[in-house]
């Protein structure tokens, strides 16, 4: 078992910035590839962010936040990050990390990848 907690959501103006944390705990030996995802009210799950949780870490990103959004791992502490900037209202949605515990980087885009995921975050962008 894998567990994901993320944190730091919150409310932020247009234009602005948030980190997101996302710890991870349990079998965490099991885990090669870490993704962010997103969930907007009404809308499908939709992939953010992918990246190799040991090995070379070459992020992977959706077109809609390439060049604002940065995704970094900290192993030593168990930790997946995600720096977002220039933040915009369609941002809006609940933000959630996940784990995938195949070796292998093929749908890295598809939740079908991600064997575990965390309660979601909340982020909220006004205009």
């Known amino acids: 078992q894998v567990q994901l907690v993320e944190s730091g959501g919150g409310l932020v103006q247009a234009g602005g910035s948030l980190r997101l944390s996302c710890v991870v705990s349990?079998?965490?030996?099991?885990?090669?590839?870490m993704g962010w995802f997103r969930q907007a009210p009404g809308k499908e799950r939709e992939f953010v962010t992918a990246?190799?949780?040991?090995?070379?870490?070459?992020?992977y990103y959706a077109d809609s936040v390439k060049g604002r959004f940065t995704t970094s791992r900290e192993n030593a502490k168990n930790t997946l990050h995600l720096q977002m900037n220039s933040l915009k209202p369609e941002d809006t949605a609940v933000y959630y990390c996940?784990?995938?515990?195949?070796?292998?980087?093929?749908?890295?885009?598809?939740?079908?990848?991600?064997?575990?995921w965390g309660q979601g975050t909340q982020v909220a962008v006004s205009s």
């Open positions: 996940a784990s995938a515990s195949r070796n292998t980087l093929n749908n890295y885009d598809s939740y079908a990848l991600y064997d575990y």
């Open positions: 349990g079998r965490t030996g099991s885990i090669n590839v």
């Open positions: 990246i190799r949780w040991r090995g070379t870490a070459i992020p």
